[in-house]
């Protein structure tokens, strides 16, 4: 079952103005400005550094999220990770703190991912594309933190998935 993340309001508002206004639409007035002062056309090529670097942040932003067999998926253009149910101890939707120092992944354009550390919630990892629909999930290594459409949904899919495995383990006899 597949759960897309969509750019909330304010990420959709940082990456097109900053990401492709800024990002791109400044280097290239400034290409065409150079080509028109200098005649030579070879200053056309200036943004496509910028566009290169658009081009891989995006690419690493998580797109959705695919309840597998083994686990949970998610999904991007590349490094596409999967998190194990067996390792997955809890799943609510309870805000907690988020980002913070040693922040490795990225953060902005296309939503925020990579680990974290925070010292109210401790490492934690960013899956996410928006800050409305967050679904917190516990594991054994701190909590992972993503973004579906759908957040109850998404929420009611997983637990089943959940009690699935759980009652596939033998119970102790009494």
Known sequence: MHFPAT????????AGVLGVGVGFGGPFLGSVGLVAATVD??????????LGALWAIQGLAPSGYTLEERGIRLERRWLRRLIPYDRITGCDRRRRPIGGLLAVGFN???????????PRSGWHYLAITNTDDLVFLETRGGFVALSPSEPEQFLRALHARLAEGRSAWPTPSS
């Open 41 to 50: 056309p070879s200053a056309l090529i200036l943004p496509l550094p910028f």
């Open 7 to 14: 750019l909330g309001r304010r990420q959709r508002l940082v």
């Open 108 to 118: 902005g354009l296309f939503g925020s991912h990579g680990p974290r550390w925070n």
